[in-house]
């Protein structure tokens, strides 16, 4: 009787931990995308500078402009949710509020970057796996002037 429970007891631990591994695998997308895109509400907005963020992180080089959110993190996550057990996938979806956002574009000496803050609306994809994964669109409503 002791070895059976020992058996099961052993299995559930190794089924914990496959699904563990799996859920993580699927939200590898979605931390990128936090760690690229994210501005922790922890430092004023206005104490965000492009030259830092863009040295600090793993921004993409190859484009012409940079976006960083500046929100609670989970506001982001929500956007993907239809219900509260299941989420939208492979879908384009508009915030329904808007989000303080830093667009950094590489100045002209391409030694510094230039910074442009507002307030707007953004359109997200919900990745295969339910998370948000990229930015698509932005619709500016305010700029917020330094």
Request: charged share 25%; with cysteine; net charge positive.
């Amino acid at each position: 009787m002791s070895s059976s429970l020992k058996v099961i007891g052993l299995l559930l631990v190794l089924l914990l931990t496959l699904c563990g591994l799996l859920f993580q695998s699927q939200n590898l997308s979605w931390r990128d995308f936090m760690k690229q895109h994210h501005l922790s509400s922890s430092l004023e907005f206005s104490e965000y500078r492009c030259d830092d963020l863009m040295r600090e992180r793993e921004a993409p080089k190859d484009k012409n402009y940079h976006i960083f959110i500046y929100t609670l993190w989970h506001r982001i996550e929500h956007i993907c949710f239809r219900n509260w057990r299941d989420r939208y996938r492979n879908v384009y979806m508009w915030a329904q509020f808007p989000f303080k956002i830093l667009k950094c574009y590489l100045g002209n000496n391409k030694k510094s970057y230039k910074e442009h803050r507002s307030y707007s609306y953004i359109e997200f994809h919900c990745g295969m796996n339910g998370f948000v994964d990229s930015i698509e669109d932005i619709r500016l409503l305010e700029v917020i002037s330094n």
